[in-house]
């Protein structure tokens, strides 16, 4: 059973452009959330997702940031015209259900913007 | 909404001895209590977790202890080792809908040989 699947884990961007970043979650969890970390700092929320829907975004930038889960396909956090301090570590995780449960996280995709 | 505060940022001891990092949270309907243990350059990962009808969880080195009327949860590692080193955080549930699981602010264990 493979875990929470991200990639990229890698990606550089300069100012301006658009950061795409996937996750597919464990097989048979069906929510999502995505954290941000910034270099020695901890895991910010940002939007909890489930199939086709948006729990909970309350941690998202009002702009330029936008989640989504489609019925088919992985997760994607979208950032567009990125400045650099976007540059962080993108976490995902899923689990299976409600009701305060482990989240099993990703690798992460870190975002340098230049 | 739940607010999470970790103590210290930062922990220094000598191999075998015992580690202790403390968490405060807010919301008094928070249930689940887990911690996750973060190597640089990895992903956060789940080490032990306690559920708010028990008062203390071990395994092996690792134990949590919850104190609901004061709402904090501590994490206790024993005779500890180099590959403990790593950045630990706390977490608790928001309630009233969303669930999400806020993050203390994380400590830095170094296990010094």
């Known amino acids: 059973n493979a875990g929470v699947m991200q990639n990229p884990r890698h990606l550089v961007r300069r100012r301006g452009q658009e950061a795409r970043l996937r996750c597919s979650p464990m097989k048979g969890h069906s929510h999502v959330y995505w954290y941000r970390q910034l270099p020695e700092e901890g895991l910010k929320f940002m939007v909890y997702?489930?199939?086709?829907?948006?729990?909970?975004e309350s941690g998202m930038p009002k702009e330029r940031f936008s989640a989504e889960f489609p019925k088919e396909g992985p997760s994607i956090l979208r950032i567009q015209q990125v400045v650099r301090g976007d540059s962080a570590a993108y976490f995902c995780?899923?689990?299976?259900?409600?009701?305060?449960?482990?989240?099993?996280f990703g690798e992460g995709s870190r975002l340098t913007v230049l | 909404g739940e607010n999470v505060e970790q103590h210290p940022s930062t922990l220094s001891v000598q191999e075998g001895d015992s580690a202790v990092i403390k968490c405060t949270y807010s919301d008094s309907a928070s249930n689940y209590f887990p911690w996750y243990k973060q190597e640089l350059g990895k992903r956060p990962q789940l080490i032990i977790d306690i559920r708010s009808n028990v008062g203390e969880k071990k395994d092996q080195r690792i134990a949590v202890t919850l104190n609901k009327t004061a709402k904090h949860f501590s994490l206790h590692i024993t005779e500890t080792q180099p590959e403990d080193s790593a950045v630990y955080f706390c977490?608790?549930?928001?309630?009233?809908?969303?669930?999400?699981?806020?993050f203390g602010k994380g400590t830095k264990l170094t296990v010094n040989p």
């Open positions: 997702l489930q199939k086709e829907n948006i729990i909970d």
């Open positions: 995780a899923s689990s299976p259900g409600r009701h305060g449960g482990e989240l099993f």
């Open positions: 977490a608790a549930p928001t309630q009233g809908g969303s669930e999400k699981l806020v």
